[in-house]
């Protein structure tokens, strides 16, 4: 009998690809990340540039500020492929290390802004009431300066170097994430097995760690991605302005600004720290975009 | 509609108040004794006690702001530490480039952004369609200092057809304003296009398959219309959102495309007195600044009124 | 063929086919549809969801959805000038004009950004031309005509400000305000109370003889039509099963799909039974049964109705397309 059944039998698993909703688990969320295919191209390429970056010191063939003034302005040659800058350094060397200091200042931006702007939506969405009209209010304020003047204002108050432009950049984008927090964890708040377990008298933090920080995760993670993008840019207009990294040290900005002077002469100069910025920025974007689109499910499923 | 004003300006003007707070506020960022550290390069003591004198900075804090505000209220931004000039004469001369720049900026980002999702929207999945949710993907993230750069390179150094710096007042010549101002409006114009594209295409594509638009086409009207009116109206709201964001954001923009172009603008004077440390001229600019985004924000918030009849009513 | 002698075909649609691109290619959703409206004529298209009788009626005015429906062959006159060959331009003066329809869902389909009264004059003023003035005191006049009270002042309010039946009322007040030739309105009640439905009818009633226009009244309730049609097209499955004057068809149907239609009519003083409905589903399009396309659900059904039956006349000005039409008993409406 049971040799012999055909076609009645079920196929051992529905085919995985077309399965509805494979609930909240990590593999069914990175499935959907890895189908997306830009975004899965964007996070290989960023990888390339992180890896290339911090690895600079071994890839790079030349030292970042070795000046070889006879052999300034020089276009792609043998010796230094992507050519030389005003005095004589090598461009792709330091391409390389600027893309320390760009990714890191950016890095170091969105993580000031994390550390501020997640605890504090944490905190409103949480108590609510006064404390999360206050903070919410002052979000307002904050995002009535754009970015870039606020953070000049305030290196105007502390004086311009990387580290004041990042707090500054961190500062002044707190309040989106502060926001994201602050949305996610009122949905979570809301949920009656939450309002159960608060009722109960379980201790907030525990109930913040188990329900909350899971759910406010997702949100959280798309706007960081896509605030790397905008801290990089940022960064990078910065020191084009002199306010952010400051030379000798070479950022993508700083080298779009020296670049700049030499525009009519040796345009290339301009070029490559460009591609290199729009790449980042491009990939964080579609980075974003993919986290976005894999977790959606899941956010919107914390809505009812 | 004036139910709106009066709801959306019992927000702003308090906003308004807090705003010039925190601008003023910023001196407390400034390490150390504010006097010696503005008071320029081994400044003498007579010269960190006029700047103590000037700013105030013995009185207590509340009075100090007191003094600024109401000097604000009436006009008076204050003098700057370095020269003769008062803050509000610096300012006043250098809003129209600033203001010319933001606004054609927002012209182009506004036309090419609506444009080009109308498009994407009305043949999705098509060529079109991809041609433009790449363009859109991409102008996002190309900085706009760099495309600046590059527009230089191209149409002002090769091509020689648009000026590569300087500003011209519209007043004086309204051809070579515009001639001057093409490039960097440009450069500042397409990242907002970009996200405006997005946004009304995104928009448009749920609109255009509403009844009432197979109704506008049933009346015989021609699709030029059916989609400019008929569908464009109700797709505006988030559109607008995304314009009130990007303005904002544009009008950060302008501070490093007015040195690239050297346009005299606010972006510029806030610049060259963050070098010369010049506290109140920064604190100027600023709050000016920030008025400009509260009136945008305003302005959206009034025009959803427009667009959306049950805003205006409820 | 089909019309009645008496009057003079204005619509005529003859063997049109319509596909429609699903996930199994281009599917025919109206496979050879035929039939007419005569001047000053209502008559109903009646079929359950799904028999392709939207499909028909937007075929008319070139209205399928772009790039995903299209009329494979067929044709459409109006008054004797074919209306499928029309250039796009030539078809927008026909639109809202000559030939008007009022949709379904009176709540989605005025346009909510702008006053009603708007966008009546707006229709008025792309046909007739003439003043902004003129084309506003004509939208009042025909929101009056519908029976919207205060019309001059609820012309400047907005959809949202209407309840559903005004909604419809503000519909045909813009498909009448040019004064087509024909009027077709697509399930215009099925979205309304039923004390709201049967003024809307009236309304509509009321508003053909005053106009003289030409209805078509797609409908999946024979109870819609027996109230205020002359005459009868029955689709089943994207085809025309049967067509006869109202009364004909109520008294002795001729198809076993209509005697299903007809048990599952309500009736007076039935309320709250449960009604017979035919048992099974229409077939997908992309899965027609190779003959009848009823068969599957026909308790009447023979070996012999695995060929495709043709449009039979079964009496004067009666068509059934059931092979059994001559021998079978049906029972009628009560
Ligand atoms: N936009 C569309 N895309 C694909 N198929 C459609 C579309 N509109 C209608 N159809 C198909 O055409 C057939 C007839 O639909 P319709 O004319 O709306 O039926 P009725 O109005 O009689 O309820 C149905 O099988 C439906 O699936
Ligand atoms: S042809 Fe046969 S199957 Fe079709 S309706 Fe008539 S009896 Fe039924
Ligand atoms: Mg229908």
Same mark, same amino acid.
């Given at each position: 009998?049971t ?6 039998t ?13 609930g909240?688990?990590?593999p069914g969320?990175?499935?959907r990340?890895?189908?997306n ?17 911090l ?8 030292a ?41 200042a ?15 939506g ?26 870039i ?20 950049l ?6 989106r994430l ?15 097995y939450?309002e159960?377990s ?10 913040i760690?188990?329900?909350?920080l ?28 002199g ?5 000798p ?17 040796t ?7 460009g ?5 980042a ?18 956010i ?5 | ?12 003007v308090?906003?308004l108040?807090v ?18 550290a503005l ?10 006690a ?22 604000v ?75 600046g750069?590059i ?22 010549n ?30 448009m594509?749920?609109v ?13 009207l ?5 989609v ?5 109206k109700?797709?505006?709201v ?9 303005a904002?954001?544009l ?10 172009f ?34 945008i ?16 009513q409820? | ?13 003859s ?27 209502i ?6 969801s ?46 809202g004009?000559e ?28 046909h007739?031309?003439?003043?902004r ?18 019309a ?8 949202h ?10 519909m ?19 979205a ?29 309730d ?8 002359e ?5 089943y ?15 002795h ?7 299903? !239609?007809l048990?599952?009519? /309500?009736?007076?003083? =039935? %309320?709250?039974? $449960? ?5 099974? *589903? ?15 659900r ?5 070996p ?5 039956p043709? !449009?039979?006349?079964?009496r /004067?000005?009666?068509? =059934? %397309?059931?092979? $059994? ?5 049906? *029972?009628?409406?009560?």
């Open positions: 009998m040799t012999t059944a055909p076609a009645a079920p196929p051992p698993a529905a085919p995985p690809s077309s399965a509805p909703a494979p909240p688990d990590r969320f990175w499935r990340f890895r189908d295919r830009p975004a899965f191209v964007a996070l290989v390429v960023l990888a390339v540039l992180v890896l290339a970056s690895a600079a010191p071994l890839i790079a063939p030349y970042p500020e070795a000046i070889d003034v006879p052999r300034r302005l020089s276009l792609s040659t043998p010796d230094h492929w992507l050519g030389t800058d005003s005095l004589g350094r090598d461009t792709f060397t330091r391409l390389l290390y600027a893309g320390r200091v760009s990714l890191m950016a890095a170091l931006a969105v993580a000031i802004a994390t550390a501020v702007g997640v605890p504090l944490l905190l409103a969405g949480y108590v609510g009431g006064k404390v999360d009209w206050l903070l919410g209010r002052a979000g307002d304020v904050l995002m009535t300066f754009p970015a003047i606020l953070a000049i204002a305030i290196i105007a108050a502390t004086g311009p170097g990387l580290q004041n432009a990042m707090v500054a961190g500062i002044v984008y707190a309040p502060f926001r994201v927090t602050r949305a996610a964890t009122l949905q979570v708040r809301a949920e009656t939450v159960a608060i009722s109960i008298g379980t201790p907030a933090w525990k109930i760690a188990r329900r909350v899971p759910n406010v995760a997702s949100p959280v993670l798309v706007q960081v991605s896509v605030m790397l993008a905008a801290a990089l840019l940022a960064e990078a207009a910065l020191s084009l302005l306010l952010g990294v400051v030379p040290t070479a950022s993508w900005g700083v080298m779009l600004g020296s670049g700049f002077k030499e525009i009519r002469s345009p290339l100069l301009v070029f490559w720290p591609v290199a910025i729009a790449v920025t491009l990939s964080f974007n579609l980075i974003g975009d993919g986290l976005r689109d894999a977790l959606g499910r899941r919107r499923k914390a809505a009812p | 509609m004036l139910g709106l004003l009066a709801r959306r300006l019992a927000f702003t308090p906003m108040v705003v010039s707070f925190c601008v003023f506020s910023l001196i407390v960022l400034v390490p150390g004794d504010p006097a010696v008071a320029g390069e081994n400044p003498d003591p007579e010269q960190i006029a700047v103590r004198e000037r700013l105030g900075l013995d009185d207590p804090f509340l009075v100090q702001f007191w003094h600024w505000f109401s000097g209220l009436q006009g008076d931004l204050g003098q700057s530490l370095f020269s003769s000039q008062s803050v509000a004469a610096a300012v006043f001369s250098r809003l129209p480039a600033t203001l010319s720049l933001a606004l054609l900026s927002l012209a182009v980002a506004l036309v090419l952004g609506v444009a080009v999702g109308v498009l994407a929207a009305m043949r999705p999945g098509t060529w079109i369609d991809r041609v433009a949710t790449f363009a859109a993907s991409l102008g996002v993230a190309v900085p706009y200092f760099w495309v750069m527009l230089v390179l191209l149409f002002a150094i090769n091509l020689t057809i648009f000026p590569a710096v300087g500003y011209v007042p519209l007043t004086e309204p051809l070579q304003w515009f001639l001057h101002l093409f490039l960097p409006a440009t450069a500042l114009g397409l990242a907002p296009a970009a996200v405006i594209a997005r946004q009304t295409r995104a928009g594509t749920g255009l398959r509403e009844d009432y638009v197979r109704t506008a086409t049933a009346k015989g021609p699709p030029a219309r059916v400019g009116q008929h569908a464009l109700n797709a505006a988030p559109v607008v959102t995304a314009f009130g964001l990007e904002s954001r009008i950060g923009g302008t501070v490093v495309i007015e040195q690239l050297a346009l005299p603008g606010l972006g510029n004077l806030a610049y060259t007195s963050v070098f010369a440390r010049d506290f109140p001229m920064v604190q100027g600019v600023l709050l000016v600044v920030a008025a400009l985004v509260l009136l924000n305003l302005l959206v918030d009034l025009s959803y009124g427009y667009f959306n009849p049950r805003i205006r409820s | 063929m089909s019309a009645p002698a008496t009057t003079s075909t204005l619509l005529g649609v063997d049109l086919r319509v596909e429609f691109a699903t996930d199994h290619g281009w599917s025919t959703v109206v496979a050879g549809t035929t039939f007419s409206v005569g001047e000053h004529e008559v109903g298209l009646v079929g359950e799904g028999s392709g009788k939207t499909v028909t009626g937007l075929s008319v005015l070139g209205l399928l959805p772009r790039g995903v429906g299209r009329v494979a062959s067929g044709s459409v006159t109006l008054g004797g000038r074919d209306l499928l060959g029309l250039s796009e331009r030539e078809l927008r003066s026909v639109r004009n030939v008007a329809m009022v949709f379904q869902e009176p709540m989605t389909s005025l346009n909510p950004a702008f006053r009603i009264g708007d966008q009546i004059a707006e229709t008025v003023r792309l007739r031309g003439g003043s003035r003129a084309a506003r005191d004509r939208a009042v006049e025909v929101l009056d005509l519908v029976g919207i009270p205060h001059r002042r609820r012309a400047d309010d907005y959809p400000e209407f309840s559903g039946g005004m909604r419809q009322r503000a045909i007040a813009m498909a009448v305000s040019c004064e087509p030739s024909l009027l077709i309105a697509d399930e215009p009640t099925t309304l109370d039923v004390t709201i439905q049967a003024q809307v009818l009236e309304l509509l009633a009321s508003m053909q003889a005053e106009l003289g226009m030409s209805v078509l009244l797609v409908t999946h024979l109870g819609v039509v027996a109230e205020v049609c005459r009868v097209v029955v689709m499955a994207g085809q025309v099963v049967e067509q006869a004057d109202v009364g004909e068809l109520f008294d149907p001729r198809h076993p799909y209509t005697e299903g !239609l048990a599952a009519m /309500p009736q007076l003083g =039935s %309320r709250g039974h $449960r009604l017979p409905s035919i048992p099974g *589903r229409t077939p997908e399009p992309w899965a027609m049964p190779p003959g009848c396309r009823f068969a599957p026909c308790e009447y059904a023979l012999a109705c695995e060929e495709p043709p !449009l039979l006349t079964t /004067p000005d009666h068509l =059934s %397309r059931c092979l $059994r039409h001559d021998e079978l008993t049906l *029972r009628g409406a009560r």
